[in-house]
Structures are given as structure tokens and as C-alpha cells.
């Protein structure tokens, strides 16, 4: 079973907006993980999106979504959501969800080797 599942990429116009989930529903539903979202464009290493901690009040973005993304989490079923507004051609690329397990409640981590699990990605195009 895949530990973490996306959902919701598609094709859109610049200017649009879009809303991904991601579903830590193949991890332990007791535990409580950092969320994080990642992206990676055509011959582009994977960056950093953006990351929620395991109580949802600490967020961090990356520099280039700050005003536009928003990440947010129900505790309670383990998931995320990125709202992404105002999109843009460089936005385009596949995005991962990743959950990192952590002892501390306000964590947030951005460096991708501080996640343990993955999901497979969804496709998001922008066009302009």
C-alpha cells in the first residue's frame, strides 16, 4: 500500500487556481506526522513547497509560492491540502506529497531527506 497518496493536479491557465490533497492513509493513524509538499520540474532537481507542522500552527514556504499557496492539514485523518492561487508557467511540474515522523508538535522541515514517506506525485501544468 502506498503511504501517501496525492490527488487533484490537472491543467490550468495561468492565473488559475488549484487544489491538491494528499492522504497519509497507508502510515499509522495513531501517530501524527509533518506534512510537506514538493514539486519537481522537467530536468529539475525536486524543490521544496511548503510544510505544515504535526499541530498545524507552524507553516513554512518556499520563496517563490509565499502569498500564493496555502498549506493546511485535518489532524485528525492525517491529511493535506495546497491551495495554490495565482498560478504561474513556472509552477508547472510534478508535486509530492511526503510525511516525516517527529516528536515535536510546532516542527516543520523543508530539506527532502528529513521525509520518510512519499507519494507518487500529481501532475500540475500551467499554461500561459
Known amino acids: 500500500q502506498v503511504p501517501v497518496v496525492e490527488s487533484g493536479g490537472g491543467l490550468v491557465q495561468a492565473g488559475a487556481s488549484l487544489r491538491l490533497s494528499c492522504a497519509a492513509s497507508?502510515?499509522?493513524?495513531?501517530?501524527?506526522?509533518?506534512m510537506g509538499w514538493f514539486r519537481q520540474a522537467p530536468g529539475k532537481a525536486r524543490e521544496f513547497v511548503a510544510a505544515?507542522?504535526?499541530?498545524?500552527?507552524?507553516?513554512w514556504y518556499a520563496d517563490p509560492v509565499k502569498g500564493r499557496f496555502t498549506i493546511s492539514r485535518d489532524r485528525a485523518k492525517n491529511t493535506a491540502a495546497l491551495q495554490m492561487d495565482n498560478l504561474r508557467s513556472e509552477d508547472t511540474g510534478v508535486y509530492y506529497c511526503?510525511?516525516?515522523?517527529?516528536?515535536?508538535?510546532?516542527?516543520?522541515?523543508?530539506?527532502?531527506?528529513?521525509?520518510?514517506?512519499w507519494g507518487q506525485g500529481t501532475q500540475v501544468t500551467v499554461s500561459s
Open positions: 511526503a510525511a516525516a515522523s517527529s516528536d515535536a508538535y510546532g516542527e516543520v522541515r523543508i530539506e527532502a531527506n528529513e521525509y520518510d514517506y
Open positions: 497507508g502510515l499509522n493513524i495513531d501517530i501524527t506526522y509533518i
Open positions: 505544515v507542522s504535526r499541530s498545524g500552527s507552524s507553516t
